[in-house]
């Protein structure tokens, strides 16, 4: 159903830009009105059906706005770091220190691509051991200079090549996980996309947690869920209702505090919008976490994560 609006959408987007470099006559005013109600009805449309289905099609949309997008919109003179200082630079996962209204923190987030050559300079999006030893190397540096951690939470999940097992993918993701865990500085996470497995709760583990509203957070992939479960990857869209991935959901069970509306037809309709939301809160949250004693941060984080389950 989604995919099927969103073939309309593209060719009244492809009709209206084409309408745009032509001369502005009166017949063309009129159609030009007409396609814009057209595809201000289909993007309610779309609004008011979303299966759990098509959200992780939206949170996986090659034109939904990434770590890259984010960064250049929030903040100011932001320094990318490379490198865990033990083996090699990870692509896949970009951060470094910078400000944010005049605020030092540190950014850390998951880079997916836009096309073929993008995914293959990210891996697809799935961070290596070296990653999260990225991870772990920015996190301490931040603690050490008392910044905030910002997380930007985008991957299918963690990479599961031979080549990263050998080089101790595990450790390193536990690793992560320990770190953030006792961190004694504030730590924001953001699932702006796709949030899968260990691989994305690498960079989770936080104070505060905030999902846009088409983003997902699970265990797995649908489709590996619905091969585990059902030994057939085609019922992932069954298994998108059962695995309660959505951020509605995980805000129903308290995993999450905040969701972000997104427009119509998903965040890479407006960007500029949702960056703007995710301002607002960010700099809430930040002044927030600030003003709390580090003691007290790493109680309330340890005390949040030992809650989640309890009805």
């Known amino acids: 159903m989604l995919k099927e609006l ?32 057209n595809r201000k009805e289909l993007l309610e449309a779309i609004a008011k059906s979303l299966t759990p289905a098509d959200r992780v099609y939206l949170a996986r949309h090659p034109k939904r706005p990434g770590v890259r997008d984010y960064i250049s919109y929030l903040f100011t003179d932001f320094l990318e770091l490379k490198g865990d200082r033990g083996c090699k630079e990870d692509e896949s ?31 697809f999006g799935m961070p290596g051991p070296e990653g999260y030893r990225k991870v772990i190397r920015l996190a301490r540096q931040a603690e050490k200079f008392d910044r905030p951690i910002i997380t930007f939470i985008d991957t299918p999940g963690a990479y599961p090549g031979l080549e990263a ?55 797995l992939s649908p489709e590996g869920f619905a091969s585990i479960l059902w030994k057939d990857s085609s019922r992932s869209d069954e298994a998108c209702e059962l695995m309660k991935l959505t951020a509605g959901d995980l805000l129903d069970f308290g995993i999450i505090d905040y969701v972000i509306k997104e427009p119509p037809g998903g965040a890479h309709r407006d960007p500029g919008q949702v960056f703007q939301d995710v301002a607002i809160l960010l700099e809430q949250e930040i002044r927030k976490l600030t003003a709390v004693g580090k003691e007290e941060l790493t109680d309330a984080r340890y005390k949040k994560y030992r809650e989640m389950g309890k009805l």
Do not use: W
Request: hydrophobic share 40%.
């Open 165 to 219: 097992e050998e080089r101790g993918q595990g450790e390193a993701i536990a690793g992560c996980l320990s770190v953030l865990s006792d961190i004694r500085v504030p730590v924001i996470a953001i699932v702006i996309g796709e949030g899968g497995s260990g691989g994305a709760l690498a960079l989770g583990v936080a104070n505060t947690i905030i999902m846009l509203e088409n983003s997902i957070f699970s265990v």
């Open 6 to 37: 969103e073939s309309k959408l593209k060719a009244i987007d492809q009709e209206l830009e084409h309408m745009a470099d032509n001369s502005h006559s009166p017949a063309q005013v009129l159609m030009r009105r007409q396609l814009e109600r």
């Open 93 to 123: 996962i970009l951060g470094g220190p910078a400000f944010y209204k005049g605020i030092p923190v540190t950014v850390i987030g998951q880079c997916k691509g836009r096309n073929l050559e993008e995914n293959l300079k990210y891996n």
